[in-house]
């Protein structure tokens, strides 16, 4: 679940905290370690000028600057220099504890953080998202880089996605092309044929009625494809809305739409409950779930012999919809293509009555966009176990 706006601004306010409490830390140790050089130059000056004025004058230094500037001997520029420092070094010594501090700070603390920052934008910017963003810092920035790492995740999963939209847009593309080659074959051959022979007058008008009759199936059939095509854009584009729904209300839906798939027909259709949470309502889009069964009740239909079992369970945060029939079950190449567009294995005479191919394939689009997966295997016994898994938290 997504953090509230109260806890994003809670997180961000502890973060800078920490990232000013760092800078501070810095800081004060710098002026500590400045506070204990300016005492050790201190002590040290002090004894280097009294041994210089012992060995040079014989005498004992009372601290004063006069004592230093109103006698001539040897080394006393050293001696003044010394001097200088005893009474000015503490404020060289402070700068330049601030400055190795900042420095220090900002190497170990931000240049990590901004590196990293800069080079996953640079990365962003030339349409790279795999390499991930290497920072191990827990302040402001190491937190930035973990959220950026998480945005950088998030834009790679989207670019999958689109990737595998894409394929998925090119394969429905080449099956549709292979598909509609026939009838527009057969379109063409027919005119071709009429307009051959028609001009002469030696065709019927019962043999002019068949190959018009013919073409207009083929025409149909050729607008049946096209709309099949507008259905799976616009299932590409379809949005997910969920809303709380309990498990007694979901599970009555799939009873009514038993009901209505197999009440007409000689098959018995029997709704079974798993594994469940009764705690909770389950976030879903009702719609998207009861259409996917439909699909997959829809393929049991024809391939089943006298019964369909469907089976609901809810695991963690998955829904689980298990569909299985008594029929003669998949083939080899039906296990590996029967969710593709256009996939067929009935006769052309069977497919030319409606059936296109494209239940499972909407049914596995759909549970794609529901944040779940289609998958299709045979049963031990008989018949085959279409199981569609919904995100439902």
């Known amino acids: 679940m997504a953090q ?9 306010r ?11 830390f810095y800081l004060l140790a710098g002026l500590g370690g400045a506070a204990a050089a300016s005492e050790f130059i201190k002590r040290l000056c002090e004894i280097w000028i009294e041994a210089l004025l012992r060995r040079q004058l014989g005498i004992k230094w009372q601290g004063t600057y006069t004592e230093l500037i109103n006698v001539s001997y040897d080394g006393k520029r050293l001696t003044v220099f010394l001097y200088h420092m005893l009474r000015y070094g503490v404020y060289f010594v402070c700068f330049a504890a601030i400055v190795i501090a900042v420095v220090l700070y900002y190497r170990h603390c931000v240049k990590p953080g901004m590196l990293a920052l800069s080079q996953l934008f640079l990365q962003i910017k030339n349409g790279e998202y795999s390499v991930p963003v290497c920072c191990t810092e827990s302040d402001l920035f190491g937190d930035l880089c973990a959220e950026a790492e998480q945005a950088r995740q998030l834009l790679l999963t989207r670019q999958r996605m689109r990737n595998a939209d894409w394929e998925e847009q090119r394969k429905i593309n080449a099956a549709f092309a292979h ?22 007058g030696r065709l019927t008008d019962c043999q002019i009625f068949e190959k018009v009759r013919l073409i207009s199936e083929q025409e149909s059939r050729l607008n049946a494809f096209c709309d099949t095509m507008s259905v799976l854009h616009q299932l590409e584009e379809r949005d997910v809305c969920r809303s709380p729904l309990l498990w007694e209300e979901l599970i009555l839906a799939f009873q009514k739409q038993a009901a209505a798939v197999f009440g007409a027909t000689n098959l018995s259709a029997e709704v079974t409950e798993g594994v469940h949470e ?25 391939h089943a012999g006298k019964k369909v079992e469907i089976f609901v369970e809810q695991e963690k945060e998955f829904l689980t919809v298990q569909i299985k029939d008594d029929g003669k079950g998949f083939s080899n190449r039906a296990l590996l293509s029967a969710s593709d567009a256009y996939f067929r294995e009935e006769s052309k005479d069977a497919a030319g009555k409606g059936h296109f191919g494209l239940g499972l394939t909407i049914a596995r689009i759909l ?25 439902c938290f």
Request: some cysteine.
């Open 179 to 200: 598909d509609i080659r026939t009838p527009l074959t057969v379109v063409r051959g027919y005119t071709d044929f009429l307009l051959k022979y028609l001009p002469s």
């Open 4 to 12: 509230s706006g109260e806890s994003v601004i809670d997180g961000l």
């Open 14 to 24: 502890n973060r800078k905290i920490l990232f000013w409490r760092k800078f501070w």
């Open 278 to 302: 009764q705690s909770r309502a389950l976030l879903v889009d009702l719609s998207v779930i009861l259409e996917t069964v439909d699909n997959i009740c829809s393929n049991a239909l024809r």
């Open 367 to 391: 549970c794609e966009r529901h944040g779940g997966s289609l998958t299709i295997v045979n049963s031990v016994k008989r018949g085959a176990i279409v199981t569609a898994v919904f995100r």
